[in-house]
């Protein structure tokens, strides 16, 4: 699929090619806020709007339960979750879903500046989360 198909395509490609250059400017080996500040500069210095550990509410059943810090978000619709681990797993991934399940941001990168370059593109479509304002609807009954 081409990126001019996928929702905020655009965006994220610029965002990619950027980490990329991040990483091969700096490689492996630094704490993750060396990579988030740098990642800020050239993400900035590429000409789009970035916003550094933005304070996203947390909501249980109408009542604010909590919050949480996301890493940075780009042009206020795709949220980046940065990592320095080994490798990607299904943890970081579950991680940054409930980030996007919690805003109205659909998409989110998570960039792993781990030994090996590594991204994930995952998205939350809004609709899908109006499904969640009734806790007793079947998500799986909704989808079919």
């Not at 989110?108 to 304002?133: A, C, H, S, T």
Request: aromatic letters at 10%.
């Amino acid at each position: 699929m081409q990126t001019a198909q996928l929702k905020h395509g655009d965006v994220t490609e610029k965002i990619v090619g950027v980490f990329y250059d991040v990483y091969n400017e700096l490689g492996y080996g630094f704490l993750e806020s060396v990579y988030e500040e740098s990642l800020v500069i050239a993400l900035q210095e590429a000409g789009l709007e970035v916003n550094r550990q933005v304070s996203v509410p947390v909501w249980f059943r109408g009542q604010k339960v909590g919050d949480f810090r996301a890493d940075v978000t780009v042009e206020n619709c795709v949220l980046l979750e940065l990592k320095c681990a080994k490798g990607l797993d299904a943890a970081h991934e579950a991680q940054i879903l409930h980030y996007l399940k919690s805003t109205d941001i659909e998409v989110g990168l998570l960039l792993n500046f781990g030994v090996r370059p590594q991204f994930r593109r995952l998205l939350f479509d809004n609709e899908r989360k109006k499904i969640r304002e009734n806790p007793c609807k079947s998500v799986a009954r909704l989808s079919a």
